[in-house]
DNA sequence: GAGCAACGTGTTTTT
DNA sequence: CACGTTGCTC
């Protein structure tokens, strides 16, 4: 974004802050961090950290994980602090969440101990910042006379608060958003900060962006009846000048894979036509999808990227190198610590493990501080990693980044030990990269010449990098790839041609959204996104028949592809494959009476979406008894469900049902002992 | 304490 | 399916 800004302005940007709100806090927390009471190298922790703190915590203070599960402790103080409250200011209903703020306290106090911060606490702390300091906040006020904020929708409250602050002194604000685009609710946004901004700010000035100039008309039309369906919109229409292009064309496939095959052949026609591999998009709802495409477009040699899913700086070895080189910046940092002492194996165990922090506890110091009270062979070998770390800190101080990470990955055993690893080779390249992002990493972030800021070390700037970037640029530039990545990732991207697959009930609008109408709007929402990313192409792709958590599935069609109009559409069925003619008989079969009057009427928002299933008939008789897809039965073990899918016949008939208590289960018909309720 | 096999369990989206 | 946890053996 800098490089952009600074090729399209006349003016020095240098001076510009720019990046995202948890950037911007830990670049101002950085600086002054001694007002922020944290020390000069406090490591960020991300979500995966936090969650192995929050473990570690419960096991040292004894508290039942059964009881307390450590996700929904996380999800518990995140949430605190991003509605800005401290374990004291959280309110408290009953036992369960008095003792919730009580962890929540407890694993502050960790926090504090240990000099790491999570990623919500990167926002608080800089929040209390510039409220508590005044010297602070009035010289940020003086300095930032202008501030925009984009893809507004996606803020939650401490950031807006944070955005006020920041803006008291009178600066010219300007937010861009869209609240039809607000997909991150779960993780705390509040699109009700649109509202509140044109209340809070002094002499608000609402402008409508509805000209869109990026898609053609069959697929904004599509867009906007879709959004039609979600209630207390702010409301706006999309249109274009640019007539109304292609129809969006709707795919159904007989299985995942072959829908992947499908949308293989469309990308080599449209290559062909001389479209360019990047300006195609394979969007889907959920990352476990882009194995199938990744597969099928790797057989048919499409160079193609794929962005998110297990990024760069979270895979295990990259992991646990970073570990190495945080307790080089902070050995007293016990999440990197507790991670790395005994990998590779040292012959640190469980109880050696047990003693330290006891002695930790006792001496009221991090596990770093206890390892000389600890006795014994354990204490011996806990001395040796000791050693290994010590030489690594002070035996790299003058020598540049890459090579002090390349000094670590041998010193710390790192590289012998993937070496001899059968299935290393792969994570020794990951580490070779380590020290290639090192190389490409410049820490020459401007600092505020007016603040005697220390100077972060390179080290510690690239940990922070590492842990707020998590490798996402890591995409092969230069190479001309099709482009795969979640609707969400696709959020701000544009493409020639935009395929959207796995348009089923289940994954798209995803089964834990469907109960609630706030989680099937943000559903669609979601769906809006993707549609938009379109110029000129779309294709939305749905299968009869997908693998999911091992198992296969008989999905409905996606509810949101019935409330498209359908003027806009066009219904393409491929070919059936010489490996799929087994069962195409059973596809056609129901194809020909349910398919063609619902694929017309395409009901503005059908009362009860019933569908059809793909390769699942809509009733079945086993033995007398009907059963049919929504239907609602009760088993003896299982207890109540609903019928999902039903397939085959006879002896060979099957149900899958989605249990209220034990979840989904296929079952054998002529086995299951169902009643209908 | 290490390493392996069996088992169970959940499992969306992410700064 | 893919991961983590548990239990077992050496």
Redesign the pocket.
């Known amino acids: 974004m800098m490089t952009r800004m600074s090729a399209m302005l006349p003016i020095n940007t240098r001076g510009m802050w720019i990046g995202?709100?948890?950037?911007l806090c830990n670049r101002m927390l950085r600086a002054h961090h001694r007002d922020a009471h944290l020390p000069a190298t406090f490591q960020i922790l991300?979500?995966a950290d936090q969650l192995a703190s929050i473990?570690r915590l419960l096991k040292a203070a004894g508290i039942d994980d059964e009881k307390y599960p450590p996700?929904q402790v996380q999800n518990f103080i995140?949430g605190a602090k991003e509605e800005g409250l401290r374990a004291n200011d959280v309110e408290a209903h009953d036992g369960f969440q008095r003792r919730l703020a009580e962890i929540y306290a407890l694993y502050q106090d960790q926090c504090d101990r240990e000099g790491v911060v999570d990623?919500?606490e990167l926002l608080l702390r800089s929040y209390e910042l510039l409220q508590r300091h005044a010297p602070v906040r009035e010289h940020y006020q003086r300095r930032f006379r202008h501030i925009l904020v984009d893809e507004f929708q996606d803020t939650n409250r401490l950031q807006y608060r944070w955005l006020r602050l920041l803006a008291g002194g009178g600066a010219a604000v300007l937010a861009v958003g869209d609240d039809d685009q607000s997909?991150?609710a779960?993780?705390g946004a509040n699109v009700g900060n649109m509202a509140d901004f044109e209340r809070d700010f002094s002499h608000p000035e609402v402008i409508r962006l509805e000209q869109n100039y990026r898609s053609h008309g069959h697929i904004l039309d599509a867009a906007n009846a879709l959004i039609e369906n979600n209630e207390g919109r702010m409301g706006k229409n999309l249109w274009t000048d640019q007539g109304h292009g292609e129809p969006v064309r709707v795919v159904e496939s007989l299985s995942d894979a072959a829908e992947a095959q499908w949308v293989v052949g469309e990308i080599q026609a449209l290559i062909a036509d001389g479209k360019s591999r990047h300006e195609i998009a394979l969007l889907y709802?959920?990352?476990?999808?882009s194995?199938v495409l990744e597969h099928t477009l790797f057989s048919a040699k499409i160079p193609y990227k794929v962005y998110?899913?297990?990024?760069f700086f979270e895979r295990?070895e990259v992991k646990h190198a970073l570990a190495y080189l945080r307790l080089m910046e902070n050995p007293h940092d016990d999440t990197a610590f507790s991670r790395v002492v005994?990998f590779p194996?040292?012959?640190?165990?469980?109880?050696?493990?047990e003693n330290l922090a006891d002695a930790a506890r006792q001496g009221n110091t991090s596990l770093y501080g206890a390892v000389a009270r600890v006795a014994g062979?354990?204490g011996a070998n806990l001395a040796q990693f000791v050693g290994i770390i010590d030489r690594m800190r002070f035996g790299t101080q003058n020598l540049p980044l890459p090579e002090i990470v390349s000094v670590m990955l041998e010193d710390s055993g790192l590289t012998a030990h993937y070496k001899l690893e059968k299935e290393g080779a792969e994570r020794l390249e990951n580490l070779d990269e380590l020290v290639n992002a090192a190389a490409a990493f410049n820490a020459d972030e401007p600092v505020d010449p007016e603040l005697q800021a220390d100077v972060l070390t390179p080290l510690a700037a690239f940990l922070s990098h590492a842990a707020?970037e998590?490798g996402?640029n890591q995409a092969n530039e230069g190479q001309d790839a099709v482009q795969l990545?979640?609707?969400?990732?696709s959020k701000g991207l544009e493409f020639e041609a935009v395929f959207v697959t796995g348009l089923e009930e289940g994954l798209f609008p995803?089964e834990?959204?469907i109960l609630e109408q706030s989680?099937l709007e943000?559903?669609r929402r979601?769906m809006y996104v993707a549609i938009t990313r379109a110029r000129e192409r779309l294709y939305l792709g749905f299968a009869q028949t997908r693998?999911?958590?091992?198992?296969t599935r008989y999905p409905l069609r996606s509810r949101f592809l019935d409330e498209l109009p359908a003027p806009a559409l066009k219904w393409i069925t491929p070919k059936v494959s010489r490996v799929d003619e087994a069962s195409y008989d059973r596809a056609s079969a129901w194809r020909d009476s349910a398919w063609p009057e619902r694929t017309r009427s395409a009901p503005a928002r059908p009362a009860a979406h019933q569908g059809y299933a793909g390769g699942s008939q809509a009733g079945i008789e086993v033995d007398g008894q009907v059963f049919s897809i929504g239907q609602a039965v009760e088993h003896a073990r299982f207890g109540e469900g609903v019928i999902l899918a039903l397939q085959g016949s006879g002896t060979q008939a099957q149900a899958q049902i989605r249990f209220a208590q034990a979840?989904?289960k296929t079952l054998a018909l002529g086995v299951a002992k169902l009643t209908p309720r």
């Open positions: 995202t709100f948890h950037g991300d979500v473990k996700k995140n990623f919500a997909i991150y779960f993780r709802r959920s990352n476990a999808q194995r998110g899913g297990l990024r295990q005994n194996a040292r012959g640190i165990g469980a109880r050696t493990l062979k354990g707020l998590a996402d990545m979640t609707i969400h990732a995803h834990n959204s989680g943000e559903e979601l693998m999911l958590h091992g198992q979840g989904t």
